[in-house]
C-alpha cells in the first residue's frame, strides 16, 4: 500500500492548478507541504493538519481541496484508514461544490484512486463509472481529462482484473489523447505504468521498452530538474532490474549507477540504498562478487543508522544470495536470509512475502535439502501468483522441475517443466511480436525516405535545367553587379576611413575615462587606509589613554567612597556608575573605530563578537561563518568586516527588524556575504544610490572587485548579497 501512496502523491501536487487554470499563491506552500510528506510522513503530517485547520476558511477552495486530499493520503500511509476516509470525503465534497468540470472530474477520479488502493474495488469501480457518466452528460471533450478517465481505468484493469489486454489498449488511448492536449506533460506516468505491468507479468523485454518510452518522456516534462532526477531515478531502478533478468548485467550496472549518482544530488537514502542493492545485485550477474559485498556491507550500515526495516530486509536478502550462493558461505548466508525473512514479516509486508521464501528455497537447493527446498519454492510460487508477481515464476517452475527430479518424482517434474516451458515460449512469442512491430515501424520509415529521394532527384533535374538559364541571364547581371560593385567599394573605403578615424576618437576617450577611474580608484584606496590607519590611532587613545584614567578615576572614587559617611555615599556611588557606563561606550566606540577581535583573532571571531554586541532582547542575529581562511590579508578582513557592520547597522535603523541572519562563506576563488532580515523592506527601484552609508559599502564592495545585490519588497523584509573575489 505504502508505495501506492507515494507514487499516488508524487503525481497529484497541484493538479488543480491546472484544472483552474490560474496560479495560486497559496497552492505552492501546500505543494511543499505534500512534497515534504512523501519523505517524512511521521514529522511532517502534524504540521499540515495544523495549516489546514489555520487556513481552510480563508484559503481558496483549491487549496483546501488540496489540502484535504494531501492529509487523506498521508492517513492511509500510516494505516489510519477512518481518518484518512473523513479527510477524502470532504475531498470529495468540496470538489463536487465547486461547479468546475476540471475539478470535479479529478474529485472522482482521485476519490477512486482511494478507494481502489484501500481495496474497497466496488466504491473504486462506481466512481469510474461516475466520471464517465459525468463526461459524457456534460458532453466534455477535454483531451487532458478524458486521458486522465483512460489511466485510470487502465489501472484499475492492470491492479484489480489483472486485465492486461484491456489495461493495455486503455493505457494506449491515454497516451493518444495526451499527446494532444498537453503536449503529453503526464505521459512518463502511464508509460511507466505499462512498464510495471508487464514486468510484473513476467514480460521483461516488454517492460524494459516502456521503461526506456517514459525515461524520454521526462525528459520533456516541465518539472524541475530535482523532481526529473526522483522521477528518472525510479525508472532507471526498474530497468536495472529488467536488465539484470534479462541477464544483460552491462546495461543493468549503467541504469543503477546513474540512480547511486542521482540520489545524493537529491538527498534521497531511498534511493541510495535501493541503487546499492540493484547495482549490487547486477555486479553478481556479473561476477564481481566482492565489489556487491562492499556495497551491500555499506547499505546495511544505512539501514542500521537510520532504522529502516523494510529496506534492511530487502539488504539481508541480497546479502544471504551472496555469501550462500556465491561465496560459499552457507552459515552467514542461512543467517541473513533467514533474518530477512523475520524483518518482512514483522513489518507485514505480505507483498514480498515470495521473494524471500524463494531465496531462501534457492539456499537449500543449493545445500540438496530438496524437502524443504520444494516446500520454499512451492509457497513462493503461490505467493507470488497471489500478489500477481509474475517475475520470478519461469526461475521458481526451472527450479521446481530439477529439485523434483532430484527427488525421483518424475511425475510433478514433467508437471513443473512443462509448466515452465509454456511461460516461457508465451513470453518470448509476444516479447517477437513487440521487436515485429519495431521492425515494420522502421521499415515503413526507409519506404517512406525512398519516396522522399525520389521526389528530391526529380526536382534536381528541373532544377539544373533552370540553372542553365539562369547562369546566362546572372552573367550579364553580373558585369553591371561588377562596375556597381566598384563604384561601391570607392565610396565604402572612403566611409570606412572616417569611422576608424571616429573609433579612435572613441577608444581614446574610453581610456582616458578608465585612467580617471583608475586615479579615483587609487584616491578612495588611499582614503580608505588613511581613514582606518586614523581609526586605529584614535582607538588605541582612547582606550589606553581615555579609558586608563576613567579606570583610575572609578579606583579612586570606589575607596572614596569606602571612607566617606553613609548619607552622602549615595552621591559616589552614583557617580561611580556614571564613570562604568562611560567606560562601557569607551569600550564601544573604540570596538566601532577599530575592532580589536579582528587585529588579535582573525575575521571569524571579529563578525561573531561584532553580531553579539549588537543584538538585544528585542533583535536576535544569527552569524554563520564558514571555511574562512586565516591567510586573507588584514586588509580584505577588515573591507569585509567594514561592509558587514554597514549592512547590520543599515537593518537595525530602517529595517524595524526582529532577526538577522548574517552569512561569510569562503569557497574556492571567492567570498560570499549573505545579511537577511525580516524588517520591513522597501522597493529596491526607489534606491537614488546617495545615502552614505549605501555608497560606502559599494565603493568598499568595487574597491575589492565585488558584486552587490540588494533584493527587497516592501513587507517583505531584504536579502543583500555579496561577492568578493580572493
Not at 524463494?358 to 513462493?380: C, Q, V
Request: charged share 25%.
Amino acid at each position: 500500500m505504502k508505495s501506492g501512496v507515494y507514487i499516488v502523491l508524487a503525481i497529484c501536487c497541484c493538479f488543480l492548478q491546472k484544472g483552474y487554470g490560474q496560479t495560486l499563491p497559496c497552492l505552492a506552500e501546500v505543494e511543499k507541504y505534500a512534497q515534504a510528506g512523501m519523505t517524512n510522513t511521521k514529522e511532517t503530517l502534524p504540521q499540515i493538519k495544523v495549516f489546514y485547520e489555520n487556513h481552510q476558511k480563508d484559503f481558496p477552495v483549491p487549496c483546501v481541496i488540496q489540502l484535504e486530499y494531501t492529509i487523506g493520503f498521508l492517513e492511509l500511509q500510516n494505516l489510519r484508514i477512518d481518518s484518512a476516509d473523513r479527510y477524502m470525503n470532504r475531498f470529495l465534497e468540496h470538489s463536487l461544490q465547486t461547479g468546475n468540470d476540471s475539478t470535479v472530474v479529478e474529485g472522482y477520479l482521485w476519490y477512486s484512486t482511494f478507494m481502489r488502493i484501500t481495496n474497497r474495488y466496488e466504491q473504486a469501480h462506481k466512481w469510474l463509472d461516475s466520471t464517465q457518466s459525468y463526461l459524457k452528460r456534460k458532453q466534455i471533450e477535454d483531451k487532458y481529462l478524458n486521458g486522465k478517465y483512460y489511466t485510470a481505468k487502465a489501472d484499475y484493469l492492470n491492479l484489480v482484473t489483472h486485465d492486461v489486454k484491456g489495461a493495455e489498449r486503455y493505457y494506449m488511448l491515454s497516451l493518444e489523447t495526451r499527446k494532444t492536449a498537453h503536449g503529453c506533460d503526464e505521459c512518463h506516468v502511464t508509460l511507466n505504468n505499462l512498464g510495471y505491468m508487464f514486468m510484473n507479468e513476467g514480460y521483461l523485454q516488454k517492460a524494459a521498452h516502456y521503461f526506456y518510452q517514459s525515461l524520454l518522456a521526462t525528459e520533456k516534462i516541465t518539472k524541475s530538474d530535482e523532481e526529473k532526477k526522483y522521477l528518472q531515478s525510479n525508472t532507471m531502478l526498474n530497468l536495472s532490474f529488467c536488465y539484470r533478468m534479462l541477464h544483460r548485467p552491462t546495461e543493468a550496472i549503467e541504469y543503477a549507477q546513474q540512480v547511486f549518482d542521482n540520489s545524493r544530488k537529491i538527498e534521497s537514502n531511498t534511493f541510495l540504498l535501493r541503487s546499492y542493492r540493484h547495482l549490487a545485485a547486477a555486479l553478481m550477474e556479473n561476477k564481481q562478487y566482492d565489489k556487491a559485498l562492499k556495497l551491500l556491507k555499506e547499505a546495511e550500515k544505512i539501514c542500521l543508522r537510520f532504522k529502516q526495516k523494510d529496506e534492511m530486509g530487502y539488504t539481508y536478502r541480497y546479502l544471504g544470495e551472496l555469501y550462500a550462493l556465491y561465496l560459499n558461505n552457507e552459515t552467514e548466508g542461512k543467517w541473513y536470509l533467514e533474518k530477512s525473512k523475520a524483518l518482512i514479516e514483522e513489518i507485514q509486508d505480505s507483498d514480498s512475502y515470495h521473494l524471500h521464501n524463494y531465496s531462501l528455497g534457492r539456499f537449500y537447493l543449493h545445500e540438496k535439502n530438496y524437502p524443504e527446498a520444494l516446500r520454499l519454492l512451492t509457497l513462493s510460487l503461490e505467493q507470488g501468483r497471489k500478489v500477481h508477481d509474475r517475475v520470478y515464476e519461469p526461475v521458481i517452475l526451472e527450479l521446481l522441475y530439477k529439485a523434483w527430479q532430484q527427488e525421483g518424482n518424475y511425475s510433478k517434474a514433467l508437471g513443473y517443466y512443462t509448466q515452465f516451458v509454456q511461460l516461457r515460449d508465451s513470453i518470448a512469442s509476444d516479447e517477437t511480436q513487440l521487436k515485429l512491430k519495431e521492425l515494420e515501424k522502421k521499415y515503413d520509415e526507409q519506404v517512406n525516405q525512398l519516396v522522399i529521394n525520389k521526389l528530391q532527384n526529380t526536382n534536381q533535374n528541373q532544377k539544373a535545367e533552370l540553372d542553365r538559364k539562369e547562369r546566362t541571364i546572372l552573367f550579364i547581371l553580373g558585369i553591371g553587379f561588377l562596375v556597381s560593385a566598384i563604384l561601391f567599394l570607392l565610396y565604402t573605403t572612403q566611409k570606412s576611413k572616417k569611422r576608424i578615424a571616429q573609433q579612435k576618437e572613441q577608444l581614446a576617450a574610453q581610456q582616458l575615462r578608465e585612467l580617471q577611474q583608475q586615479k579615483q580608484l587609487e584616491i578612495y584606496t588611499a582614503m580608505l587606509n588613511g581613514q582606518e590607519t586614523e581609526r586605529s590611532r584614535l582607538a588605541r587613545d582612547l582606550h589606553d589613554g581615555l579609558g586608563g584614567m576613567l579606570a583610575g578615576t572609578k579606583l579612586y572614587l570606589s575607596q572614596i567612597n569606602q571612607k566617606v559617611m553613609n548619607g552622602q555615599a549615595v552621591y559616589l556611588q552614583t557617580a561611580v556608575v556614571q564613570i562604568d557606563n562611560s567606560m562601557q561606550e569607551l569600550r564601544r566606540i573604540a570596538r566601532n573605530m577599530m575592532p580589536e577581535t579582528l587585529v588579535k583573532f582573525g575575521l571569524k571571531t571579529a563578525l561573531r563578537d561584532l553580531c553579539e554586541s549588537l543584538q538585544n532582547s528585542q533583535l536576535q542575529i544569527r552569524c554563520q561563518t564558514m571555511g574562512l581562511s586565516s591567510d586573507l590579508s588584514k586588509s580584505i578582513q577588515l573591507t569585509i568586516y567594514r561592509v558587514i557592520q554597514e549592512l547590520i547597522t543599515n537593518a537595525i535603523k530602517h529595517a524595524n527588524a526582529q532577526q538577522i541572519l548574517v552569512q561569510c562563506l569562503q569557497n574556492e576563488g571567492s567570498i560570499h556575504i549573505t545579511i537577511e532580515d525580516d524588517g520591513q523592506g522597501f522597493d529596491t527601484a526607489s534606491i537614488k544610490g546617495n545615502g552614505v552609508g549605501l555608497s560606502n559599502v559599494r565603493n568598499r564592495v568595487e574597491y575589492l572587485n565585488g558584486r552587490l545585490e540588494i533584493q527587497s519588497e516592501p513587507g517583505v523584509g531584504t536579502t543583500v548579497t555579496v561577492e568578493i573575489p580572493v
